[in-house]
């Protein structure tokens, strides 16, 4: 065979590979849509989601929120959760300083509360999800 035949072999394969991902994606997608409650904006991990042992549990609530974090049943210290107070965004992991060393492998169980603190009436609420750790 000469060069252009292998040439003409290799763009076929590379088109038929992505022809291949994309109708996977389009055809077969990951999973429904997840419902937040209000005023909660953004969750991650989000719920169902298989995710590796180095993922940080985010939480994006409104400006004026407080938030508390429960992992598996144990309440996290609020000096272990990060928080951005200019666009309301909480985020812990575990390491060697915090209550968990490490995700352990299987589902896991969060709970967040939160409540408005700044700029109107009381807006108490909670949101219990699980993911997985691979």
Not at 16 to 23: F, I, Q, T, W, Y
Not at 54 to 83: C, H, K
């Amino acid at each position: 065979m000469n060069s252009r035949r292998y040439r003409q072999i290799l763009i076929w394969s590379i088109a038929s590979l992505v022809g291949l991902v994309v109708a996977v994606v389009i055809f077969n997608p990951l999973g429904e849509d997840a419902v937040l409650p209000r005023p909660l904006e953004q969750v991650f991990p989000l719920p169902g989601d298989i995710v590796v042992r180095q993922t940080a549990i985010e939480v994006d609530l409104p400006v004026g929120y407080s938030l508390e974090l429960e992992v598996d049943g144990i309440t996290i210290p609020r000096a272990e959760i990060g928080f951005t107070p200019a666009t309301g965004r909480y985020l812990w992991q575990p390491g060697p300083a915090t209550l968990f060393e490490l995700w352990g492998a299987g589902d896991h169980e969060v709970t967040i509360y939160w409540e408005r603190v700044s700029g109107g009436g009381p807006d108490p609420g909670q949101f219990t999800w699980t993911f997985r750790i691979m």
